[in-house]
């Protein structure tokens, strides 16, 4: 089975703070997404990437950054932080690009911004 | 028009019922059609993957997809209250970027 493993399931911080999320795969998955999850708006793609180093824009990238050193990792970054990015964060990944293959989540990191 | 359409409930089915959530869109180009299930305070995790339109059933579960009327099913036959939790489809062509439906909670009652 695929195991996507983000570090911390809740996480309280300050705002201004900068913050780190990470997550990591098991399964030499091409393709890793952050996502925040929000009542009422579903999920939004913050930032993707297809390989190592890679990193694409989601809908919402505002006030986020990305860093993909390793194939495994894939680590989002509050530059930082404010109130309105408390959220519950998902880490996902897939196969590879181009395959239409489904991705596989974490349990999440909520996180609180205060 | 949004891209993905479902209902976000809740939706309450007595224990044993035959459940049906549904989705529609609007983008043609969709090809590869997923349900996820999210227990509260978890990740959502992968149930239902057909790819173009039919059925496709693993155990109690059954996905349906019409691309012609572009709307896709989850049908779950004998509910049991572990059943209960939110229920997402998504959808994507082939950039591999998920569109997700906000989910339809569910709530099977004993």
């Known amino acids: 089975d695929v195991k996507v493993t983000q570090s911390s399931r809740y996480l309280v911080k300050r705002t201004g703070e900068k913050v780190f999320l990470e997550c990591v795969q098991d399964m030499d998955h091409e393709n890793m997404f952050w996502y925040r999850q929000d009542p009422g708006l579903g999920l939004r793609l913050i930032y993707f990437s297809y390989d190592v180093k890679m990193k694409e824009k989601g809908d919402i990238p505002e006030g986020y950054s990305v860093s993909r050193e390793k194939k495994e990792r894939f680590s989002l970054i509050l530059e930082s932080a404010s109130t309105n990015q408390t959220s519950m964060y998902l880490c996902a990944s897939s196969p590879q690009a181009g395959s239409g293959q489904p991705q596989h989540f974490g349990d999440g990191t909520r996180l609180s911004i205060l | ?110």
């Open chain 2, 1 to 110: 028009q949004k891209e993905v359409e479902q209902d976000p409930g809740p939706l309450s089915v007595p224990e044993g019922a035959i459940v049906s959530l549904n989705c529609t869109y609007s983008n043609s180009a969709f090809q590869y059609f997923m349900w996820y299930r999210q227990y509260s305070r978890k990740g959502p995790e992968l149930l239902m993957y057909t790819y173009s339109s039919g059925n496709k059933e693993d155990g109690r579960f059954t996905a349906q997809v019409d691309k012609s009327s572009k709307y896709i099913s989850l049908f779950i036959r004998d509910s049991q209250p572990s059943d209960s939790a939110t229920y997402l489809c998504a959808m994507s062509a082939l950039d591999d970027k998920i569109i997700f439906g906000k989910g339809t909670r569910l709530h099977i009652l004993p």
